[in-house]
């Protein structure tokens, strides 16, 4: 009998090792199944990102007027270079800057070979429901033609929520210009056009088409007729879109009202050219090496 009563306490440890050991095998196995498993599917227009929250519980609220002495003729540059390189020196994931006056749209650019990871991480890569201004991963806001960038549409006014702004037709007028710098060029853009449009696939208008990173003259006038086209308020001019080596279009996308809806507002601005070192902007008289696209001479749209 005190055989036996020994045999099983000896089995007791035993069988609790046997079972550790069997726990750990089966974590080794998930943990390599994990790094095995390819990456989810990127969405070009980032549609299936959706937060974790009903964002359309919030409520839109409509900017607010300009303030007095507004003009749309002249524009303070905001962005200082020095603490963007900064920045970035400590984050790899930040390749620029966006400034919108009068908005709370003062972020770093993030971009990173998934689409889906700054929706739900902030720029420092914490979890967060407000993720983090991003651009698409195919893009280069240097040297694309079309860069696209993307930003929760928040109801306290945080990252893009402010990109509706722009579908007040008055504030826009207020409001033509923005700054986008990357880490060695600070670029000021013009805003031609604020849209409502359906970002999912098989839309009429696939504005975040990656084939468009560098757009022939017949594609870019095909581009900016779409977006004219579709325009909610037009902020361009009346005359035929033109095409030059220093212009350059690019898209601010955020979700319109709910976020299931697969409706997203975009606005769409021409780069007026390199700010780098020039503190105040005047439309009259221009930039020394750039001017706005839509008022340059580019006849021949069939050259491909």
């Not at 600070?186 to 560098?214: M, P």
């Not at 780069?271 to 580019?298: I, N, P």
């Amino acid at each position: 009998m005190a055989s036996r009563k020994k045999r099983r306490y000896w089995m007791l440890p035993a069988g609790a090792a046997a079972t550790a050991g069997g726990l750990c095998c089966i974590a080794l196995l998930l943990t390599s199944m994990q790094f095995a498993m390819p990456q989810r599917e990127r969405s070009s227009a980032a549609v299936d990102s959706l937060p974790k929250f009903n964002r359309a519980a919030y409520r839109y609220s409509p900017p607010k007027a300009p303030g007095p002495g507004k003009s749309d003729l002249e524009y303070t540059t905001h962005i200082n270079m020095r603490d963007v390189r900064s920045a970035a020196s400590e984050n790899r994931d930040i390749v620029g800057w966006i400034y919108v006056p009068d908005t709370q749209i003062n972020y770093p650019v993030m971009q990173t070979n998934d689409n889906l990871y700054y929706v739900e991480h902030d720029q420092f890569g914490r979890p967060s429901h407000a993720g983090a201004i991003f651009a698409d991963y195919w893009c280069d806001l240097e040297r694309s033609d079309k860069p696209l960038l993307y930003g929760h549409n928040m109801g306290n006014g945080s990252m893009f929520h402010c990109v509706k702004n722009y579908k007040e037709q008055e504030w826009g007028e207020a409001h033509p210009y923005f700054e986008i710098a990357t880490l060695d060029h600070n670029y000021l853009y013009r805003v031609i056009s604020c849209n409502v449009l359906c970002g999912e696939a098989g839309a009429e208008f696939i504005y975040w088409d990656k084939k468009d990173i560098e757009m022939s003259y017949k594609r870019f006038r095909e581009y900016y007729e779409s977006i004219r086209d579709t325009s909610l308020i037009w902020y361009g001019t009346d005359e035929e879109p033109t095409r030059d080596t220093a212009s350059q279009m690019v898209v601010l996308q955020t979700c319109n009202s709910g976020a299931a809806d697969g409706i997203r507002c975009c606005v769409f601005a021409e780069r007026v050219g390199d700010v780098t070192g020039v503190k105040h902007y005047s439309e009259q008289q221009g930039l020394a090496e750039a001017k706005l696209a839509s008022c340059l001479t580019m006849p021949d749209y069939g050259r491909i």
